[in-house]
């Protein structure tokens, strides 16, 4: 069916230490993709996003690279701090059959930074 | 700039009742979209709103319908309430429709227990 998988469903890092979250789509046809993170008790927050006629974007200590051959994207966080701590979710958008779009979300991974 | 608000926080209800909740998205946002959050099946999308018209659906049954108001709040409603609706509810809002790639903004939800 429809999904949008990450590869690992948990990372501890050490804080300083740079970050790699992957994710694996499925729909070759979509051409924009959104990286959120969740905290506790709160919503998913927008972190990066990235439109498929780019193979990276960068933000503020994040960068998103974009593999569209074996559907694949990956976010950065370099110097990965306390406040990093959530899960993150890649989502890509789905246009619909004749309108409206959706956006699919992998299964999250969870990141947790050790001081 | 205010964020997208989700009315109530939590609520508890009980089989066979129905239920309202309130979304009220960022001022200028015209699109909301509408997912449900739970531990087993992650996020997934309900439906999405644009101008007060349902552009997209989910697979979810009928018992889950939404609306949106000319000012562009909106509000979901599920009837005969199953234990399987527990979940997180989400809203999320962008200044166009879903199917533009504009990022989609999110509330911190609203917990829904049932009984």
């Known amino acids: ?51 498929s006629n780019m193979d990276k974007r960068q933000g503020q200590r994040v960068t998103v690279l974009l593999n569209k051959t074996v559907k694949h994207l990956s976010l950065q966080i370099a110097a990965t701090q306390p406040g990093d701590s959530a899960v993150y979710f890649c989502a890509e958008n789905v246009r619909g059959g004749r309108q409206g779009g959706k956006l699919i979300f992998g299964q999250g991974t969870e990141l947790s930074v050790k001081p | 700039k205010a964020g997208v608000t989700q009315t109530p926080r939590y609520l508890i209800k009980t089989r066979g009742q129905q239920v309202t909740l309130s979304c009220s998205p960022i001022s200028g946002h015209r699109s909301v979209s509408w997912y449900q959050q739970t531990p087993g099946q992650g996020l997934q999308f309900l439906f999405e709103y644009f101008s007060e018209t349902q552009r997209n659906k989910g697979n979810f049954p009928g018992r889950f319908s939404g609306r949106q108001f000319s000012n562009s709040r909106s509000e979901m409603n599920v009837s005969t309430l199953e234990l399987g609706d527990s979940a997180l509810y989400l809203c999320a809002s962008s200044l166009e429709p879903a199917d533009s790639n504009q990022p989609q903004h999110f509330g911190d939800g609203t917990r829904l227990s049932i009984l």
Request: hydrophobic share 30%; charged share 20%; with cysteine.
């Open chain 1, 1 to 51: 069916g429809e999904s949008v998988g990450l590869h690992l469903p948990t990372l501890s890092v050490q804080e300083g230490d740079n970050s790699i979250i992957n994710c694996a789509y499925s729909n070759s046809a979509s051409d924009y993709f959104i990286w959120y993170k969740q905290e506790s008790g709160k919503g998913p927050q927008f972190i990066i996003d990235i439109r």
